[in-house]
């Protein structure tokens, strides 16, 4: 999925953080909702301005995040 249309980083928003189309919401929430148990029609529920593809568009941000992570070791 290509999620560059909808992950946004400004810097005077939300600190910096990946956010989902210029809101308020960071990919960071979604992904700690979803950790906590929350299912995506829940969450779709309880924020009625984000859609399927804003979820999956979190997750795929963050498991292209995780492919480039480099852990140096000593």
């Known amino acids: 999925m290509d999620y560059h249309n909808i992950i946004t980083i400004e810097p005077g928003k939300r600190s910096g953080k990946p956010c989902i189309r ?3 919401i960071t990919v960071y929430d979604i992904l700690e ?3 906590g148990g ?3 029609a ?7 301005e984000l859609n399927s593809e804003d979820i999956k568009a979190c997750l ?13 070791s000593l």
């Open 42 to 48: 829940e969450i779709l529920e309880d924020f009625s």
């Open 33 to 35: 909702y979803l950790a």
């Open 38 to 40: 929350m299912t995506e």
């Open 22 to 24: 210029g809101m308020r």
């Open 60 to 72: 795929a941000f963050a498991a292209d995040r995780e492919k480039k992570l480099f852990v140096a």
